[in-house]
């Protein structure tokens, strides 16, 4: 079996990773089919509150291809499942400081359930962007140098 491990690399660059946490996802049958063939996209997704309750918005688990008619609808909003104190934190900081909760990663644990890493979140300026460029161009050079010594 293989391991099923989607990353949204593009939150690392846009945002600066303050708090992370690893949430369950409230998820239909053929969407876990369609996760376990690693058909989804994280790109443009985030987290928001409806009333105490945490859901995922923008993330697209394609249609599972053997699907009947009953099958799920790509974009639709998912609740996200952690426990109260944890929401209750996350809500907190949302509201008072202007962060927001962005996905990293979609994964699926040892017991064959679908899990959701989420982070508290900072958005980046376009100069900070352009020094963590910057800053990996730099560590790249040096690993091949290293390399070829």
Known sequence: ???INI???????????IDK???????QGTEVK?????KVS?????????GNELFVKGMQISEYAWASYNSHTPGRE?????????LKKLHRKVKETGLT?????????EKGLVKLDIALAKGKKEYDKRES???KDTKRSMDRIGKIK
């Open 78 to 86: 998912r609740k996200l499942l952690l426990n109260r104190l944890e």
């Open 42 to 50: 994280l790109v443009e997704s985030y987290c928001f509150f409806e």
């Open 1 to 3: 079996m293989q391991k």
């Open 133 to 135: 460029i910057k800053l």
């Open 7 to 17: 990353r949204n690399k593009k939150a690392y660059h846009d945002y600066e990773i």
């Open 101 to 109: 909760i962005v996905t990293l990663g979609l994964f699926i644990n």
């Open 34 to 38: 369609s996760i376990r063939l690693g």
């Open 21 to 27: 946490y690893t949430a369950g996802i409230k998820l």
